[in-house]
């Protein structure tokens, strides 16, 4: 290959904008993780199957909605060392009325997975362009759905562990907004470093996705947030009713900066 210099300007535009971009997301890691003060969570909806049922549901939604989030963290982080008492103060932003790039499937290949990524932060910033506050500020986008009654589970959600950006499919009735809220949660808590903690097969890792790691006994009474689901018997759990019943587990802990692992 042949290196004009046109070439070579456009390789090293390609690699400027490369390690700009990674230390961006290096400087918003380490600001949205020192916990010395709340991270700025902002929820942000968009009505997925273009349903007025759904608009309706969005239309109502108030802060309030979303208050058991702040509880939850807030409550959780006692057990462990951050000096902010609010982990995090969450808040309704706009609604969005363009959809996100079409999420990868689980199992599709590590490249589309990148290329989703990348298109998905470039959408966020077109919708939401604010690169001071991204630094703290983590946005959720909720696809609301209205519940078909059909069983039909709902696309996988995402937490990008790069950028701060959760995409969450959530249902759109009251009913379901405990739930809705665990959900948004685990995402929110993956953009912020914490893995899954449950198997192929859906359900708890122990000892890492169980609440009490003190031996694998049954039924357990809560579920470890990254896990999502209460074990009941080996091989057999429950998705959590509500955050009253999830709690954040010491390696979530770690691996969100809660807890010093020195
Ligand atoms: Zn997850």
């Known amino acids: 290959m042949t290196l004009t210099p046109f070439k070579i300007f456009r390789i090293l535009l390609l690699l400027t904008i490369l390690a700009a971009t990674a230390f961006y997301t290096k400087a918003q890691r380490l600001s949205s993780t020192g916990w010395l003060e709340p991270l700025n969570v902002v929820i942000y909806p968009i009505n997925?199957?273009?349903?007025?049922?759904?608009?309706?549901?969005?239309?109502?939604?108030?802060?309030?909605?979303?208050?058991?989030?702040d509880r939850f963290t807030a409550?959780?982080?006692?057990?462990?060392?951050?000096?902010?008492?609010?982990?995090?103060?969450t808040r309704l932003g706009k609604s969005v009325t363009t959809?996100?790039?079409?999420?990868?499937?689980p199992g599709d290949s590590t490249i589309s997975n990148i290329f989703w990524s990348m298109k998905f932060r470039f959408w966020a910033w077109q919708e939401t362009p604010d690169e001071l506050?991204?630094?703290h500020r983590a946005r959720m986008f909720?696809?609301?759905h209205s519940p078909t009654g059909n069983g039909q589970p709902l696309d996988h959600s995402y937490g990008l562990n790069k950028g701060l950006l959760g995409l969450v499919n959530a249902y759109a009735s009251n009913k379901?907004?405990?739930?809705?809220?665990?959900?948004?949660?685990?995402?929110?808590?993956?953009?912020?470093?914490a893995?899954?903690?449950?198997?192929?097969?859906g359900h708890p890792l122990f000892p890492d996705g169980y609440a009490s790691s003190s031996g694998q006994q049954y039924p357990q009474r809560h579920a470890e947030i990254m896990a999502g689901s209460i074990p009941l018997s080996e091989g057999r759990s429950r998705m959590a009713d509500s955050l009253r019943q999830c709690v954040v587990g010491k390696k979530t802990a770690e691996e969100i900066k809660w807890l010093s692992n020195i």
């Open 48 to 69: 997925a199957d273009g349903k007025r049922s759904t608009s309706q549901y969005i239309d109502q939604l108030k802060e309030s909605h979303f208050q058991a989030i």
């Open 75 to 89: 409550k959780q982080s006692k057990k462990y060392d951050i000096l902010t008492k609010k982990p995090t103060i």
């Open 99 to 105: 959809l996100p790039p079409v999420a990868p499937a």
């Open 133 to 135: 506050s991204n630094q």
């Open 142 to 144: 909720v696809l609301y």
């Open 176 to 193: 379901q907004s405990a739930q809705n809220n665990i959900v948004i949660t685990h995402e929110l808590l993956h953009t912020v470093g």
């Open 195 to 201: 893995t899954d903690k449950y198997g192929p097969d």
